[in-house]
Every structure is written in structure tokens, then in C-alpha cells.
């Protein structure tokens, strides 16, 4: 079980939590994923900059985008944007398609990754042929981590998909069956006096019950909290991982 760090990011007070998210790596955690607060609209600018920021001041630790795109951007555009990002991070990233990325443009994304000419016809999309640039760093793409529900890519792309899915605090998730990666977003609830020894507690049960391959812990919306959450979660880290 690897251990990551997720966090909301909003607009106002970025500044501070892209910092905070960016010393995660020194801190021991393998991999940063960026949300968006509930309510907050989509920006692929806000998204996307940020996680390049996280990239450029890291060197090793994974880089996940769970945040949702506007529904309105172009998926050859995504599949760009998201080429370019994985090739700034040297082939680190990880994405979880939702909003604006149904079906179509998920099976577009994964097309033009391939770097070769296609063309394309459908309910909301068409092009002529034509070949997508860059592609990413990851061959054949980056990691997809799709939503319980979410329809999941052909059989060509197999091997290079996981699921993620959000836990609530007292939930004991399972693992009912073993069909690719598992990722658990863990929240750091100091509710009741909680602390590090409660959360390693939780999660080592986890790890009997699931056994997850990943868990992304997430510190909260109150950047105070967040930040010294994430500080102090830092210590469990060797005993989590391995």
C-alpha cells in the first residue's frame, strides 16, 4: 500500500496549498493528487497549472488529476494538455476522467495519445483524420483511475487502469473482487480527538479488509488543519507503505 496526498484547491488561498502539496514529496509521500472543491466551477487553467507547479517542484512522487474540466473543452485539446503535463513531469502523471470527459471524449483522449492518425465520428465529436501531438511520456498513456460506475476503457487498454473511490470516515471499504488497481481517498478527520495513531489504526485495517494498492489521504478544506494534518500523518508514512 503506497500512500498519497490529495487536496481541494479553489481559486482564493491556492498560493498556500499548492505550497503545502508541493513539500509532500519531502515529507515522504508518493504521490500529490489535485481536486476542486465541490461548487467551485471547473478550470482546466487552475487544474492543470497547478499540477505543473507540483511537477516542477518535485522530482519522484506521483501527480493525480481528479479535478473535474470544463464540459466545454475539446478532448483533442485535453489530450494535449495532459501529454504535455506528463512529459513535464517525466511520465508521473495519473488521471481520473469526470466531468467533461464522458465516453467519447475519454475514447478520443485515448486515440490520440497513440500519437498515430485517426479520425473520428460521433454523437459529439467529428474530425477528419489527423495526428494528435505530443504524446505522453507513458507508454502506451498515463494511468487512468475511473470512478465506481464509470464505464471503463476497451481491452486495449488494459493494464493501465485502476478504480478510486472516495471513503467516509467509519466505512470499512472492500475489495470484492481483484480486477486492477484499488485507490482509497482517506480522509484526516481529527473529529473525537483523532490523530496519527487513530488514522494508522483505520488504515491498517484497511489494508487487511481491501488491501489497497494506493491510499490518498486528505487533510481537509481548512488550510491550518490541512497543513498541520499533513504534517503530522508525515510520521505513519514508513509504517504504511510498503
Not at 471547473?42 to 470544463?70: D, Q, T, Y
Not at 470484492?176 to 495513531?197: F, H, K, N, T
Request: aromatic share 6%; glycine share 12%.
Amino acid at each position: 500500500m503506497k500512500i498519497g496526498v490529495i487536496g481541494e484547491i479553489e481559486g482564493a488561498g491556492d498560493e498556500a496549498r499548492l505550497d503545502r502539496l508541493a513539500a509532500a514529496e519531502a515529507q515522504g509521500f508518493a504521490a500529490v493528487w489535485l481536486d476542486v472543491r465541490p461548487g467551485v466551477e471547473p478550470s482546466a487553467g487552475r487544474s492543470l497549472f497547478g499540477l505543473a507547479r507540483i511537477a516542477e517542484s518535485s522530482r519522484s512522487v506521483r501527480i493525480g488529476l481528479r479535478a473535474p474540466l470544463p464540459a466545454d473543452l475539446h478532448p483533442l485539446r485535453l489530450a494535449e494538455d495532459l501529454a504535455a503535463l506528463d512529459i513535464l513531469s517525466g511520465g508521473r502523471l495519473d488521471w481520473s476522467p469526470r466531468a467533461g470527459a464522458c465516453a467519447e471524449s475519454l475514447e478520443i483522449v485515448l486515440n490520440a495519445w497513440r500519437g498515430e492518425p485517426f479520425a473520428h465520428r460521433g454523437a459529439l465529436y467529428h474530425f477528419p483524420e489527423l495526428r494528435c501531438l505530443p504524446r505522453p511520456e507513458q507508454t502506451p498513456h498515463p494511468a487512468l483511475w475511473l470512478e465506481p460506475g464509470e464505464g471503463r476503457p476497451g481491452a486495449s487498454q488494459a493494464g493501465c487502469t485502476g478504480r478510486l473511490r472516495d471513503v467516509l470516515p467509519g466505512q470499512s471499504p472492500e475489495r470484492p473482487d481483484r480486477e486492477g488497481p484499488l485507490a482509497l481517498v482517506y480522509p484526516l478527520s481529527g473529529e473525537g480527538g483523532r490523530g496519527p495513531e487513530e488514522w494508522r489504526g483505520e488504515l491498517e485495517a484497511w489494508r487487511r479488509r481491501a488491501d489497497p494498492d494506493w491510499v490518498l489521504v486528505w487533510p481537509g478544506s481548512d488550510e491550518a488543519y490541512a497543513a498541520e494534518a499533513q504534517r503530522s500523518f508525515a510520521g505513519e508514512i514508513a509504517e504504511l507503505s510498503v
